[in-house]
């Protein structure tokens, strides 16, 4: 599904998300990345209706909150880091008692998604861990056949084997080319894997927002002797560091950049460009 952001605000207590616009195109995955504290759970709390915005609009699937709620919610499959089914009852009657509410909830498909992530269904909600809890959760929303899943830090909580897994159904979620998927994280690994587009908000405000090989292409990291870095234009320089092994810096890089020879060049990972971000100015 097509989400649509324009001049998106938010307050809440004394942390505030403002002024946050992008659109991602349907058939994509777009990784969330920050801090904690920047401001990723608020806004997806917002792209779910979980919170409703102090100004600016949200549209999913060209549809707002509000008279299209319900079609909205139908839509969206969560993932959360809160508990979202009755922790007293087995994951069978979560299942069937919340899947009452979706149109093309599958219960045998549902039963399809227990077997092969592990779970039993006969097992009581709150006696689950963390990370089969949210299995549960991932689960339920490929059951009710959503459109658009909203995922909040989920792959932390997974083995390594399963996070393979979930990486893999995530890809093959998109492949329809009108699914989409909005994944915060702070494993930035598995967004180089499956990522296409990047959100990255900071103090609550968006710091960028482009696909992955956009930005690829807009940074480097550069290492080598700190007086062949500085000879850049100091406005190239986003952030730079000395270590035991000479200077490296987060630059930025266009079509015709040129660096000296003796320097070290590469595109930085996702982890290497946040800290970049984050560190410099």
């Avoid at 909580?157 to 393979?164: A, K, M, P, T, Y």
């Avoid at 927002?209 to 700190?226: H, K, N």
């Amino acid at each position: 599904m097509r989400i649509e952001v324009d001049q998106l605000n938010k307050k809440l207590g004394s942390f505030s998300l403002s002024q946050i616009s992008f659109t991602l195109p349907e058939g994509y995955i777009c990784g969330l990345i920050g801090r904690n504290g920047a401001g990723k759970t608020s806004l997806l709390h917002l792209l779910s209706g979980v919170y409703k915005q102090d100004q600016g609009t949200i549209l999913i699937g060209g549809k707002a909150y509000g008279e299209k709620s319900r079609e909205i919610l139908d839509e969206i499959g969560l993932v959360l880091q809160e508990p979202l089914f009755d922790q007293a009852e087995t994951l069978y009657h979560n299942a069937c008692f919340y899947g009452s509410y979706y149109k093309r909830f599958d219960l045998e498909l549902m039963r399809e998604y227990l077997n092969r992530f592990g779970l039993m269904e006969k097992t009581h909600y709150g006696r689950l861990s963390k990370g089969e809890q949210l299995k549960f959760q991932f689960a339920f929303a490929l059951s009710h056949q959503a459109r658009l899943l909203l995922l909040d830090e989920p792959t932390g909580n997974f083995d390594l084997r399963f996070r393979e897994e979930f990486l893999c159904l995530l890809k093959e979620f998109i492949s329809n080319g009108k699914n989409s998927v909005i994944l915060s994280t702070h494993v930035t690994g598995d967004l180089d894997k499956v990522a296409d587009y990047i959100l990255y908000l900071q103090k609550g405000k968006l710091r960028l927002f482009a696909d992955v090989e956009t930005l690829r292409d807009s940074y480097r990291m550069i290492q080598g002797e700190g007086y062949k870095i500085r000879l850049l234009k100091k406005d190239r320089i986003l952030y730079q560091e000395e270590g035991v092994f000479g200077t490296r810096a987060l630059v930025t890089a266009g079509r015709n950049s040129h660096f000296d020879k003796s320097l070290q060049v590469w595109k930085p990972t996702l982890e290497e460009l946040m800290y970049g971000l984050e560190k410099g100015k």
